[in-house]
Every structure is written in C-alpha cells, then in structure tokens.
C-alpha cells in the first residue's frame, strides 16, 4: 500500500524529540543547537569537540541533541529548537513538503553500499522479487523510505506490492527480532551494527541504483541572520571530514566513543566503497538536480502532497559576503 503523507502528519513526525525540555528550551543567541545521528560526519565533529574549539573565540556555545533518524531532526529545526542538523537525502523533502522553516546548506556523499534491504538468516527470501507481499521496516521520510522504492523498482515492485511499516532503527531491530518483519531497510551505522549479528543476512545494498547524497540543513531564520557563522560551519565540517579521512584509525576510536557503537562496527561503516568524509561541500548544481529528482519521485507516487522547488530552499555562501 502507498503510503500517503500530509502535513499534518509531517508536523507529527518529531513530536516525541520536541517534548524533551532540553530540546524546547530556547537557546541564547550566543549557542549552535546542532542536531546529529549516530550516522553522518557530525559524530566525529562532536567527539572531537570541533565546533567547541571553532566557535569558543566568538563566545558561541554548543548543544547538541541526539536523534534516531532525520525527521525528527528536521521537525526540531523548523520549529525553531535547532539550528543546525545532518539527515539523508528524504528528510528534508518530506519537511518542506510540510512547508518547514528550513534550507539546504551543505552536501556529501557516502558510500553505495551504505543502505541495505536485511532478512533473517534463514529466511526464505533469497531475491528482492521475492519481498511482494512481505512486512519490510524502513523509517517513513528517511533515506531507507527512498532506499527501499529504488530497490524494489530493479525487481519490477512498487510499495503497493509490500507491506511497509514505519519503524525507527531501534523499533525495527525488536521487530526484526521478534520475526514480526520480514525484512529491514536501514542504513549505516545501523546497517553496520545489524552485520555483526549473527541472525542477519544482506539481502542488497543500495550499490545496485543511483548513488545518492546526504545533507546538511538549517534553520531557515538562523541561516537568514547569520550567513558568516552558516558559512565557517560548513567549511568547519569540510575540514573535519578530510583531516579525519586522512587519519581514519584515529576517526574511528572518536566516532566508536561518541557513538558508543564499536570500533568494528564504525570501521565497516567508514571503509565501505566509496566512503570518504572529505565529500562534503556547500550546495551545488549537482546536489539540486538530484534531490528536485527525489522530490518530484515522491510527488508523483502521492506520497508527499505538493511538487517542490529545492532551488528556491538553497542557501549558498554568496548569501554570506
């Protein structure tokens, strides 16, 4: 079945993180409230306290809030209890299909193999033909709700053709367990985690469709207001990310301590093909045409309710001079 999206239920999507105070207290002008995953260049940048050092000679302090997937983060962003977050390449249209207070500021890409569909060891499921009909787990706005359609089209299905649950990674992993799921789309550092489990068989990786790109957004006043800051912020990441690259031993014990996921596991994550934390940049031509390509997806499925414009959501670094 298609999984219809409103706005109401997009308003929906990050109650359970608005309803902690930390989150709802408004931050004085002199903090970044950043918003990160356990997934994404920003654990590194936290673990190693980047930001902190950055921005302590400016009297900014930073706050960070932790989230299990990127609609949430997103809806904290445009209620105004974030400035700053990272999600996949979903979120954010999802977001601005509910009219979000948000822009693009950044973008990077990751590895292809960095989503995967997964099914028990045992199961029967031996092809992607073979999930019509079946109960598959994938957060609803996430990169793993595009994961999964991608997927799904190399083998001639559609959503109409499963049964879609919408489930956060740690919903998914019991659900998994329990065998209520047939199978589970989820990405890295989960996908990652999922690996080490002795009852956890790939069924595809995500490096059989289209690469995709991840993204960097704030909140549509805050970029408004402080172009100069919007600007070293991402080209602070940028540094992070190819320092880090360049020393990916040293990335790893940061990542697996911030993380508190192990050192394995963030290893396989960060050394799959093609992962490089140096790929991240401001916004360019490339990164619009790709996700104006998901969003008019979405759209034409009525899985978002309105066609978007993601030129006109674009902040770039010309707003900053």
Known sequence: MTMNFSRRAALGLGLAALATPAILRAAPATTLRVGWQKGGLLGLVKGAGVFEQTFADKGIKVSWSEFTSGPPLLEALSANALDFGYTGNVPPIFAHAARGNLVFVGAGQGSREGHAILVPKDSPIQTLAD???????????????????????????????IQPQDLAPPDAIAAFDAGAIGAWTIWDPYFAMAQERPNTRVLETTAIVDPDYNFYSANGDYAKENPALVKQIIETIQTAGRE?????????????????????????ALTRKGADLG??????????????????????????????????????PQTAT
């Open 131 to 161: 999930l019509k009909g079946q109960k598959i787990a994938f957060k609803r706005g996430s990169s793993a709700h595009y994961a999964t359609i991608k997927l799904l089209e190399t083998a001639g299905l559609t959503l109409d053709d």
């Open 244 to 268: 880090g690259q360049a020393n990916l031993p040293q990335t790893i014990q940061t990542f697996s301590k911030e993380t508190g996921l192990s050192e394995t596991v963030m290893e396989r």
């Open 279 to 316: 790929h991240l940049g401001f916004v360019e031509p490339q990164h619009i045409t790709y996700e104006q390509g998901v969003a008019d997806e979405f759209y034409k499925l009525g899985i978002i309710p309105r066609q978007l414009d993601i030129a006109s959501v674009v902040w770039t």
